[in-house]
């Protein structure tokens, strides 16, 4: 109500000002201090959207300098052939340093259109031209999807916890965001991202005539849960009875952990048509700053995502694209081996997931072991009564208790509850979220802090 009547004030101020410039010529001193907030504030549709998680706490880590397990960027595991690629390419020629296709990089999307008729399991080769989009990180991928199919007054169903973009791209394009939680299930003993479970009933019961599309992210961040095959046929049996697009955010695929199996959303029967798979070389080469995704799915979709991205940022990095062609082209002649990035990554992550769970465990806080990704969420609670958190102000006691880790113990994690709508805050508060995909001196480096701070707590 506030908003509206301010905006209409504004609104009238602003006409009055015009009459007056149309009956006496332009003078400066009638541009009101109203017209001028008007003129030069955020654009309404971004109101509410200020807060951040990564500006707050990238911005926390500049200033205080601790060791970083917050944002997920590797400092080990890189491969480094495919680092080598982009110092090739650039010298290689002149045409691999200016605009390519607009879609996507015609080597580029030719791999991965090989690689995903693979890894969907598909009938007919997927056609690189229509079928694949190049976006500007997995990122840009989401929002074409989410831009490109919302329109004002649809419902779009979140499973949470949900990497935090999605809710805002959702309310950008008009839509209203629909939240269902995964929920803990187990409070003893060893905990796996597995005992986090989603109510298929509860799910039922948030789909009306308005839903338009679930988002959701398999392997999870931040809690690493990697779904069943069950699970996952249960939310397709929903989503086709009901008619529903997907949106399946997958960029971790490739990090899967002990049996877990990776099950693409769009392999499943009758799911092709209507998913469309989200991915990121960011992701699977280790190279985050490299900021380049993509979207998978049928025509007519990537059409749909094609049009949000031709009147966006148009066309990718060529170098870059070019770089991650040749990166996915040596993969696929290794595919299945031991040798192949996509399996040895899994193997050598596990390793650092099982020695930050101890190391976490050891401190008091208790690990909830992913299936997969590079995250891992520990509950700090049994440790809450032993700090002393009033130097802080966030209201969420995740927050007050990640910053005052990064500022006193020189450790920083990312607080769960970001990834949570508000309503569902409280079912990550207890818990912080580390990046594991990190040399093992980091690790170490991190296992000297906490060690340091458990002999202070006893
Ligand atoms: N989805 C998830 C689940 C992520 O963790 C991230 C962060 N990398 C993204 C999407 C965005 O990926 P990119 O860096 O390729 O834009
Ligand atoms: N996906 C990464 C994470 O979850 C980084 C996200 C970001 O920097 N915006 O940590």
Redesign the pocket.
């Known amino acids: 109500m506030m908003m509206s009547s301010l905006r209409i004030l504004c609104r009238s101020g602003l006409r009055q000002s015009h009459a007056a410039m149309t009956q006496r010529g332009v003078d400066k001193t009638l541009y009101t201090d109203s017209t001028r907030m008007n003129k030069f504030s955020l654009a309404d549709k971004y109101h509410g959207l200020e807060k951040?998680?990564?500006v707050e706490f990238?911005q926390l880590a500049l200033e205080y300098k601790p060791l970083n397990l917050?944002?997920?960027?590797p400092d080990d595991l890189v491969p480094y052939n495919v680092l080598d690629s982009l110092s090739e390419v650039a010298k290689e020629s002149v045409f691999l340093n200016q605009y390519t296709r607009g879609f996507g990089h015609p080597r580029l999307v030719t791999a991965l259109a090989e690689l995903y008729t693979k890894l969907l399991n598909r009938p007919q080769d997927l056609d690189p031209m229509k079928e694949v989009l190049v976006t500007d990180g997995a990122?840009e991928a989401l929002f074409t999807a989410i831009l490109g199919h919302i329109n004002p007054g649809d419902e779009v169903i979140i499973i949470e916890p949900y990497?935090?973009?999605y809710e805002p791209m959702v309310r950008l394009a008009g839509g209203t965001p629909v939240f269902i939680s995964l929920k803990p299930t187990k409070t003893d003993g060893v905990i796996s991202s597995a005992d986090w479970k989603l109510d298929m009933t509860e799910l039922q019961s948030k789909i009306s005539p308005k839903t338009k599309a679930i988002i959701y992210n398999n392997p999870n961040?931040?809690l690493g849960k990697v779904f069943t095959r069950d699970e996952i046929t249960s939310i397709c049996n929903l989503v086709i009875d009901n008619d529903i697009l997907m949106i399946s955010d997958e960029?971790y695929e490739h990090m899967v952990f002990d049996d877990s199996k990776m099950i693409r959303m769009a392999e499943m029967p009758g799911m092709w048509d209507r998913t469309i798979t989200i991915g990121s070389a960011g992701?699977t080469f280790s190279v985050?700053g490299w900021k380049l995704g993509w979207a998978v799915g049928p025509a007519n979709l990537i059409s749909n995502c094609g049009v949000v991205h031709q009147n966006c940022v148009y066309t990718c990095p060529t170098p870059i694209q070019e770089a991650v062609a040749r990166g996915f082209e040596k993969e696929m002649t290794r595919m299945g081996s031991e040798e192949c990035y996509f399996r040895s990554i899994s193997v050598d992550l596990q390793k650092k997931r099982d020695y930050l769970a101890k190391v976490l465990t050891d401190v008091g806080m208790r690990p909830v072991i992913p299936e997969g990704g590079y995250?891992m969420m520990a509950d700090w609670s049994e440790l809450a009564g032993k700090i002393d958190l009033s130097t802080e102000t966030d209201t969420a006691r995740d927050y007050r208790f990640t910053k005052w880790l990064s500022k006193n113990k020189k450790l920083q994690g990312?607080p769960p509850s970001a990834f949570f709508c508000q309503e569902h805050k409280s079912i990550g508060e207890d818990y912080i979220?580390f990046?594991f995909i990190k040399h093992d001196d980091s690790l170490k480096k991190a296992e000297e802090i906490l060690q340091g701070w458990r002999k202070e707590l006893n």
């Open positions: 951040n998680v990564w990238i917050g944002q997920g960027f990122y990497f935090d973009c961040n931040p960029v992701k985050t995250f990312i979220r990046c």
